[in-house]
């Protein structure tokens, strides 16, 4: 997960896009939780130019990625507040997400409270890299020791489980060690190979998976950054664009269940 820059309701939609998503609020407020009603309500939204607007809006807030597992090519709509209990988020701007069938279906309704305190971390409530970050060896996550954040990161990796897949730990792991190697060469005497800043950009794209790993590499390697800044300054805008990395706990980390 990264976290996520939501814009204003004002500042990414139309009003007429606004006007249309209250109206239809309006209606899904005066639904209970479980009423048969709320799909249909929801489905009403369907093949409208609101819709489009909403998707194009909510693909932009996360780069085009999936907003929990940061795979390419999300597809659904998602309700952080699972409409089912709570249709009077329904319509919410700010109870949205776009993320990919697998974690849409491994969420469903599952939404966990401690109290008031949703379990489930939002991305653009809230940075994910205080509850968990990957291993650099593994690609796996690792899990903030202090216990209420420990807590949200194992609820959070139970509801989405794609989180701790293999494959995708594999390709985090891969990703690090490409960026790293190409670090690497910006750094060696010439000649080097031509493209090797260009592929490095490529790879820093925000449009491109797993930029959690990137974030957390750059903040791992600060004079190797500083020197690659120096040398390749064209990079430094994709540099800049990843958030620095919150403190973490000095003491070794186990993986996640």
Known sequence: MMPLTR??????????????????????????????????????????????????????MSDGKCAYCECVDPRDVEHFYPKSRHPERMFRWDNLLFVCKTC??????????????ALLIEPSAEDPARFFWWDPVTGRPLLDSEPTRRRRAEETIKILPRLKHQDL???????????????????????????????????LS???????????????????????????????????????????????LPPAP
């Not at 048969?36 to 693909?59: C, M, Q």
């Open 7 to 60: 814009l204003s309701e004002e500042q990414a939609l139309s009003a007429e896009a606004r006007a249309d998503l209250y109206a239809r609020h309006t209606e899904a407020s005066r639904l209970t939780p479980r009423s048969a009603e709320i799909d249909a309500v929801w489905r009403g939204l369907y093949n409208t130019p609101t819709r489009d607007e909403l998707v194009s809006a909510l693909r932009a």
């Open 104 to 117: 849409n279906l491994d969420k469903t309704s599952r939404f966990p409270l401690e109290g008031t305190q």
């Open 169 to 203: 730990a594999e390709e985090r792991r891969k990703l690090r060690l490409d960026v790293l190697f190409f670090l690497t060469e910006v750094l060696e005497e010439v000649p080097r190979p031509p493209d090797v800043v260009a592929r490095l950009a490529t790879l």
């Open 206 to 252: 925000p449009t491109q998976p797993w930029r959690s790993v990137l974030r957390q590499l750059v903040s791992e390697e600060p004079t190797v950054i500083a020197a690659v800044r120096a040398r390749a300054p064209e990079l430094a805008p994709l540099l800049d664009a990843l958030p620095p990395m919150p403190p973490r706990p000095l003491a070794p």
